[in-house]
C-alpha cells in the first residue's frame, strides 16, 4: 500500500494542439466559471500529493530510483493476458439472435479476434504501451494512459466535439458511473446532520420524480434534501405543477438551501425511458444558469436511442407527448451517421463548465468491468482526480489493459486514422462506433417485440383461446375491454414504463390503491404467469412521490433472450388480464398476506 | 448504471459450520462489542437496498425476470479470459534472479500454466461457478462469490484461526487497501469543518510518528486531527514520551475529543521497516481498550517477515532495539510452518471486535488488481458493504474472476483439500502459501543486499580507489572516520530507514540542517551518483514532525532488479562520503536553487 503512481500525461498532451488550434478559431469561447466555491468542506482541503514534485527526478536517464514503493515487476505472477473477444459487427445493425456460446469451451465463436496484453511491450511511448508491466504496476490515477488518452480524444473529438468553453473538457477514468456519481457529490455536498446543523445548510439534490435507486441512496445518508422534478415521456418538465421552474422559484427555504446540484438520467432515463430533447435541455440549462445549479449527467444509456421511438410515439396513440424531436444531428457531420443521429449532451449547451457528465461501459461491455469514465471542466476533474488519490486510486489494470487492447488493438499509434478490417486487431473509432449500433439494433428488436404485444395486449379484452377455462363468462361481461395500462414506447434504454389503470379494476372501490397494485405485482409472479417486474415505488426517491408510484411498474427488456421477450411479455399480459378478472376481495387479502404461494 | 445485484452469499454459509462447531467447543468466546457509536452520520443512515427483498422471487424455477436492468450476456463482447501464469514455486524460497520476459512475445516462461475463463460455465454452484457470464454481469458487492469464498475461509482457518470473538471475523473484498481504508474512514468519522463545528466535535487519528502518507491524506481532508505517536525500531511506542501511553494519558482536550481511532502498519511498517512484536500488541490493545479505540491494522507487508531479520538486528551492534521475538508461532500448527512462522495479527488478541485489518493484492500479485481484502467483525463488515453499495460496488470482474482461477483453478470445489502438484491448474492455499514463501525469499535477498552495503558504508572511510580523484587529503583528515548514517535491518517489508549523521559534517554548524539535508538529497541524484531516496518529510504525518524528519531518509529496495541493488546501494555511499567532503557552503547553496543540474 504505497503507491508512487508514475506521472498522469499532462492535460491536452496528446491531442490539444489540433483542438486547440480548432477552438482559437472560435473566438466566443470563455472559460469556464470557476465553482469551486461548491466544493465540499473536505474536497476544499484536499492537496495534491508532494510525491508529484519527483516525477521529473524520476525521469533522469539511468537513475537508481530508490524512493517509490513499488514490488518488482518479475514478481507479478501473470506472464501475459490474453482474450478472445467479439469483432465490432459480431452484432447486426438491425438486431441480433445471439447464438448460444460453447459452454466451458476455449473455442472461438464467429466474428472474434484475439487480443493478447503481454508482460513487457518494447513501445517507449507510454501512450501506446499496452503491458502488464506497466498495467499492473501502480499507475496513473486519472487513468491508464493509453486508454484514457484513447477515451479523451474519442469525447472530445467525437462525441462532444463543440463544448462552448475554453480548453473544452477534461476526462477521467472512473471505477464505473456509481463510482463518478459517489466521487461527485462527495466533491459538491458536505454532510448535514440534523442534531448539529442549522437547516439553513441543508443542501439539495435536485432529480427526477422516478429515479435510480443506487444515485439516491449514495446522497441520501449525507442528509442531502432530494428534490424530485416532475417528468413526462420527454423527461423532467420545466413548466407545470412540480416542473423544475416551479420547484425553484417557489422555493420553500424553511426545507433547507434551494438546490445547487442536479442529478439526471437524459437518454433512456431509468425507470421511464425517456428522452430530454435538446430544447428543453436549453431550458433547463438556463433555470440551471439562473439558480447556479451544477448538472450531474448521468448516461449509461446514450447509445440506445431507438430510431423507430419516435415514428412509434406518432404512431401510439395513447401518448401524451407533444411531437417531440429527440434525434437532432450535431452542428456538423463527424463523420459517423451513429454519433449524429444522437440527442446532444448538455455538455453541448455547457457555456460555464458546469455539467460533469458520467459515462460507463458497463452497458457498452459489461457491468463486472466496473470502468467508466467523467468528463467536465479540467479544475472539477482535478478534485475528482485528488478524492480518487486517496480512495481507488486507479481502475483495475486488468480491466483497463484488456479494454484499452480490445478498442485499441497492438497499433495504437494510428488508431484512430486506420479503418478497422475484419481479423485485425483493436477496434478503434469507427469499430467501436460499429459496435455500439450492433447493440442499439439489439436491445431495439427487444424493446419492439415487447412494445408491440404490450400495445396489443393492453385492454382486458381477450379473444379466443386465449381466454382462460376457469374464466366466468359473466365477470367477463363486467371488465370487457377496458384499459388495463398505458405506456410511452421508450426513445432509448432497456426499460417499459407501464402506467395501471386500477380505477379500471373490478375491486378498485373496495381495496386500497396500492393494496391493489401490490397485490397484482404478486398476482403476476405466481403461476402460471411467473413474471416479476420491478413495482414503481423501488424508483420513488421521496416518501412524497412513494405515494403514488403504485401506480407504476418497470419492465426490463435487456437481459431476457430474445426468445422470451415475447414469452414474457405475453405472461405479463395474460397475468393482467386475468388479475382483471378477480372480483374476490379475499383473493387480495390472500396474495397480500402471501410471502410466496 | 443500475445494478440488480445477485444475492451475495449469506455470511458463513460456505464453511460456518466447522467452524461454528469448533467455536462453540470455546465456551469464553463472547461477541463482539458494538461499535455503532462511533458509525459517523452518513453510515448511521446507511440502509440496506429494498431490491434485496426480491431476490427470493427472483430464484423461482422459471421466473421470467423483467425486474432486473441488467444488459443480455451475449452482449459482453470478450468471449474467454485467459494468461499464463507463474506456477507457486517460480520463485526459490531462498531467493531469485528472475529470468528476463520476453518482450512483446506471447511465449510461455518456464514455471507456467495457462488459466482461462470461459464465457459459461456449466457448474452450477455459485461458489464454484468462475466465468464471464457471471464475472462481468452486476454482481455481489461484497466480492465476486468463488474468490470471496475462498479466501474467508483461507482468513478464519489458515491466517486468522483463533479470533477470540464469537463467531469470528467477516470478509469483504476491496478495491486495494486504500479504498478499504477510505471507507473505514468514512464508516467512522465525521467531517469537521473549523468554521462550522466546536473543537469538541474533532475527531482524531493515531498514527505511527512516520507514515504512509495517502492513509494520512486520506484522513486529513476531513478535519481529524492527525496525532503521531513515537516509534522505535519494534513499531509504535507504548512507554516513554509521545508512546502511546503518554499521549492517551495527558490528552489535551483543547485539541478535540481523544483519539478513538487508530492507523497502523504493524509489518515492515512504512518507512521504518518495523515489526510490532505480539506484547507490544497486548499492550497497545489493552490501552485501546481503556479508551475505548478502533485499530485499523493496515498490513500489505505482512507476508515478507524476514527471518534474517532477528539474527541481524542482534549481530549489528548499532541497533538500540532491545532483544525482541517479533517471530512468534500460532498456538497450535497451521500445517503450514511459513504461517506460523508470521507474527501474529492484532485480530488474533481482538475479544471486542475492536480491529479492522486491511489486506492487498498489490505486493502478492501486483499493485494493479486494485484488489484486496478487509476483515473485521460482522456488523462493521455490514456497513462496509453499505458504503460499497454506493461507490465501488464490486472490484473489477476482470481481476476478480483471473484471481480466482489463479489461486482456485478448475477444481474450485476441493481447493483447499489436494495438493498443488506441477502443472495442475490452481494454486490453492498450499500453493499461494508457497509463492509467498518465494517473494519473502526473492525480497529478503534484496534487502540483505543493500543492508549489508549501506552497514558496512556507513562510516566516511574511504579506502583505495574509491576515493574520488579530485579529493583533497586535507579535507579528508577533518571527516575521517565519523559516522554518516544509522540504520536498523528492517524485519520486514520492503523499505530501509536510513537516520543521518549531520551532526558529523563539516558543515552542520554553518548550514540550518533540514537545508542539510535537503542539500544531500539533491546531490545524491546528480551524476556521477544518481540515486533518488524519499526523503523523510514525506513520511511526516503533521508539521511538528516536519521539524525533525530531514534526518532520515527511506530507501525501497523493491522495485530494482536484484542485479541493481548492490549498484543503487554502492551510489548511494558514495554520493554521502562525497557529500561529507563537500565544506564549502557556497556548494551546499548551489544545491539550494538548482532544480536539476
Not at 508529484?52 to 518488482?72: E, Q, R, T, V, W
Not at 473477444?85 to 479476434?113: C, E, W
Not at 462552448?164 to 462527495?186: N, Q
Not at 416532475?230 to 422555493?251: C, F, H, I, P, T
Request: charged content about 25%.
Amino acid at each position: 500500500m504505497a503507491p508512487m503512481p508514475t506521472e498522469p500525461p499532462l492535460p491536452g498532451s496528446h491531442d490539444s494542439d489540433d483542438l486547440n488550434r480548432r477552438r482559437t478559431a472560435e473566438p466566443m469561447l470563455r472559460p469556464p466559471h470557476d465553482f469551486s466555491r461548491y466544493y465540499s468542506c473536505a474536497t476544499r482541503r484536499r492537496v495534491a500529493s508532494s510525491v508529484k514534485d519527483f516525477y521529473k527526478y524520476f525521469a533522469i536517464p539511468g537513475i537508481h530510483n530508490l524512493a517509490g514503493g513499488l514490488p518488482h515487476v518479475s514478481y507479478f505472477p501473470f506472464d501475459s493476458l490474453e482474450a478472445t473477444v467479439a469483432l465490432p459487427n459480431r452484432i447486426p445493425k438491425d438486431g441480433f439472435v445471439p447464438q448460444p456460446q460453447p459452454t466451458a469451451s476455449p473455442a472461438s465463436p464467429p466474428a472474434s479476434q484475439r487480443v493478447v496484453v503481454p508482460k513487457e511491450s518494447s513501445v517507449d511511448d507510454g501512450l501506446r504501451r499496452i503491458d502488464l508491466a506497466t498495467a499492473l504496476q501502480y499507475g496513473a490515477v486519472d487513468g491508464y494512459p493509453p486508454l484514457r488518452s484513447f477515451i479523451r480524444q474519442f469525447v472530445r473529438e467525437n462525441l462532444h466535439p463543440h463544448v462552448p468553453y475554453e480548453g473544452g473538457p477534461e476526462v477521467i477514468l472512473t471505477c464505473g458511473a456509481t463510482d463518478g456519481f459517489s466521487k461527485t457529490i462527495e466533491a459538491f455536498t458536505n454532510v448535514w446532520d440534523e442534531n448539529r446543523d442549522w437547516i439553513r445548510e441543508r443542501q439539495g439534490l435536485l432529480c427526477e420524480e422516478f429515479a435510480y435507486m443506487t444515485a439516491i441512496q449514495t446522497a441520501r445518508p449525507r442528509g442531502l434534501n432530494i428534490v424530485p422534478v416532475a417528468v413526462d415521456s420527454q423527461g423532467m418538465k420545466v413548466e407545470g405543477e412540480r416542473g423544475l421552474a416551479d420547484v425553484l422559484d417557489n422555493w420553500d427555504f424553511s426545507r433547507g438551501q434551494r438546490p445547487h446540484l442536479m442529478y439526471t438520467v437524459t437518454i433512456g432515463q431509468n425507470p421511464t425511458g425517456a428522452v430530454l430533447p435538446l430544447e428543453r435541455r436549453r431550458q433547463i440549462y438556463k433555470l440551471c444558469q439562473r439558480y447556479d445549479i451544477i448538472i450531474i449527467e448521468d448516461d449509461p444509456y446514450w447509445h440506445l436511442q431507438y430510431p423507430s421511438a419516435k415514428q412509434n410515439a406518432l404512431r401510439q396513440g395513447q401518448s401524451d407527448s407533444s411531437p417531440h424531436t429527440p434525434f437532432s444531428v450535431h452542428d456538423e457531420p463527424s463523420g459517423f451517421p451513429f454519433l449524429d443521429s444522437l440527442v446532444k449532451s448538455y455538455l453541448s449547451i455547457d457555456t460555464a463548465g458546469r455539467v460533469v457528465r458520467l459515462d460507463t461501459f458497463s452497458k457498452i461491455i459489461a457491468p463486472g468491468c466496473r470502468l467508466g469514465w467523467l468528463t467536465a471542466q479540467p479544475d472539477i476533474v482535478e478534485r475528482i482526480l485528488r478524492i480518487s488519490e486517496t480512495s481507488t486510486q486507479q481502475p483495475s489494470g486488468f480491466v483497463q489493459s484488456m479494454v484499452a487492447k480490445l478498442i485499441m488493438g497492438d497499433q495504437a499509434d494510428d488508431m484512430v486514422k486506420k479503418p478497422c478490417t475484419e481479423g485485425s486487431p483493436g477496434w478503434r473509432v469507427d469499430g467501436w462506433v460499429r459496435w455500439l449500433e450492433g447493440l442499439r439494433g439489439g436491445y431495439e428488436k427487444r424493446m419492439q417485440t415487447m412494445c408491440t404485444i404490450l400495445e396489443e395486449g393492453r385492454f382486458s379484452i381477450v379473444q379466443g383461446d386465449a381466454l382462460s377455462n376457469d374464466s366466468n363468462l359473466d365477470e367477463w361481461q363486467v371488465v370487457d375491454n377496458v384499459q388495463m395500462f398505458d405506456f410511452d414506447w421508450p426513445g432509448a434504454g432497456m426499460f417499459v414504463w407501464v402506467k395501471f389503470c386500477l380505477e379500471t379494476h373490478p375491486l378498485w372501490s373496495q381495496v386500497p390503491a396500492a393494496k391493489l397494485a401490490n397485490a397484482l405485482w404478486k398476482y403476476l409472479i405466481n403461476a402460471p404467469y411467473r413474471v416479476i417486474v420491478g413495482p414503481g415505488w423501488l424508483f420513488a426517491p421521496t416518501e412524497d412521490v412513494k405515494k403514488y408510484a403504485w401506480r407504476y411498474m418497470r419492465l426490463c427488456f435487456a437481459p431476457v433472450d430474445e426468445g422470451a421477450v415475447a414469452t414474457s411479455s405475453h405472461n405479463f399480459i395474460e397475468g393482467c388480464r386475468s388479475f382483471w378478472q378477480v372480483k374476490d376481495i379475499h383473493d387480495i387479502d390472500d396474495l397480500e398476506d402471501d410471502n410466496e404461494e
